[in-house]
């Protein structure tokens, strides 16, 4: 019964339109994809992006205030502290992620090797300093 009801209400749209000469538009409905990422770090942002340049609208919810999970900056009354992680493993993880936009990591920032990498504080004058090369362990 419905059905019907709408079908007529259609017919009378239709012949009202054509009996005052009006244009009658056809409505294309298309669906915009869209995903929700939680968190920013790495792994969130690549998978941002990776989905944007799909086509998807993309949303990233972040509890911190900034971007960029373990890998943020925190600054407080002029100082700045690194809330990263200690270490850069597989670059070329990254490099292959910036290569998929036409792009390069050194486009963004440069690698600095550090020696020692870093050290691991036991207590207080107990500390064992990790060297670049492996060789000298």
């Known amino acids: 019964m419905i059905r019907k009801d709408k079908q007529a209400i259609f017919r009378h749209i239709i012949s009202s339109?054509?009996?005052k000469k009006k244009a009658i538009t056809t409505v294309k409905y298309t669906t915009v994809k869209t995903a929700g990422i939680i968190?920013?770090?790495?792994?969130?942002?690549?998978?941002?992006?990776?989905?944007?340049?799909?086509g998807f609208q993309v949303s990233?919810?972040?509890k911190n205030d900034g971007?960029?999970?373990?890998?943020?900056?925190?600054e407080e009354q002029g100082f700045m502290f690194d809330m990263g992680p200690?270490?850069?493993?597989?670059p070329e993880v990254f490099e292959n992620f910036f290569n998929q936009f036409?792009?390069?990591?050194?486009?963004?920032?440069d690698l600095v090797r550090l020696d020692p990498s870093y050290n691991v504080v036991f207590g207080?004058?107990?500390?064992?300093?990790m060297p670049a090369n492996y060789q000298e362990l």
């Open 17 to 19: 339109a054509r009996v």
């Open 39 to 54: 968190g920013s770090g790495f792994s969130s942002l690549a998978a941002a992006c990776t989905l944007a340049k799909e």
């Open 60 to 62: 990233v919810f972040e």
């Open 67 to 74: 971007l960029g999970g373990r890998a943020r900056k925190f």
């Open 86 to 90: 200690s270490w850069y493993w597989m």
């Open 102 to 109: 036409g792009k390069k990591a050194s486009d963004y920032y």
């Open 124 to 129: 207080k004058d107990d500390i064992v300093s």
